[in-house]
């Protein structure tokens, strides 16, 4: 699995953008990029994945830099519920998925 | 979307005992389940892989004797955490491999609470 690397918190105002970034310089080319999100006491949820093209779903939009060493998960209107631990992850299709420290996020009133 | 179940939701048990959880693909058919431990204020340690119709596969560190993990059919694997201790109270949590996409996308339980006294 690619090692990647976040900040380990960050603050974020209720209904703006929230931007988590990761760094992922050494994944290869077959790995995807997989954001997860753990709320308190509960397993993670699965947020978006991508591999090299910019994705987006009901919950977020990944954006990959053309050489794929890093990316940003972009929530568009934080809210308190997204309060969250984001982890993001590198690994092949259907591999074991290995989680790091992840970014604590705070939304704030 | 893709959901899994676990089962017990928490359980405390007397130490020496055994303790079963179960982890469940409600929507899906699922060859490969995870099973991840979490200690407080850290983060998901992977345990190991659980195949259907085949022995599941431990992270180096994980005794195998006493964390047995079953995976008799395409929607169910259990992990029973045999004579257990309180260093073995933890966040127990699974995950199931979704086959449908290209992608294979785990999504992962809620989560089981596991108390040894």
């Known amino acids: 699995d690619a090692k990647t690397t976040q900040p380990p918190s960050m603050d974020c105002a209720e209904g703006r953008a929230a931007n988590l970034p990761c760094n992922h310089s050494?994944?290869?080319?077959?790995?995807?990029v997989y954001w997860y999100r753990q709320i308190h006491s509960q397993g993670p949820q699965y947020i978006i994945h991508?591999?090299?093209n910019n994705e987006t779903n009901e919950m977020a939009s990944l954006i990959i830099t053309e050489d794929r060493k890093s990316s940003t998960l972009i929530l568009p209107h934080a809210t308190l519920r997204d309060t969250a631990v984001y982890y993001c992850?590198?690994?092949?299709?259907?591999?074991?998925?290995?989680f790091g420290g992840g970014t604590r996020v705070l939304v704030k009133p | 979307g893709a959901v899994v179940s676990q089962h017990p939701s928490r359980v405390i048990c007397k130490s020496g005992t055994s303790v079963k959880i179960e982890c469940r693909s409600l929507?899906?058919?699922?060859?490969?389940m995870f099973w991840y431990r979490q200690f407080p204020k850290q983060s998901l340690m992977l345990m190991a892989t659980?195949?259907?119709?085949?022995?599941?596969?431990?992270e180096q560190g994980v005794e195998k004797d006493k964390f047995l993990i079953n995976h008799a059919s395409l929607t169910l694997s259990t992990l029973t955490v045999t004579s257990a201790h309180p260093e073995d109270s933890s966040f127990y949590i699974c995950?199931?491999?979704?086959?449908?996409?290209?992608?294979?996308?785990?999504?992962f339980g809620p989560g089981t609470r596991l108390l040894v006294l």
């Open positions: 991508g591999l090299k």
């Open positions: 929507d899906f058919q699922a060859t490969t």
């Open positions: 659980s195949n259907e119709g085949s022995k599941a596969t431990y």
């Open positions: 050494t994944i290869s080319g077959n790995e995807y």
């Open positions: 995950s199931a491999r979704d086959h449908r996409g290209p992608q294979e996308t785990q999504y």
């Open positions: 992850i590198g690994g092949a299709a259907g591999n074991k998925l290995t």
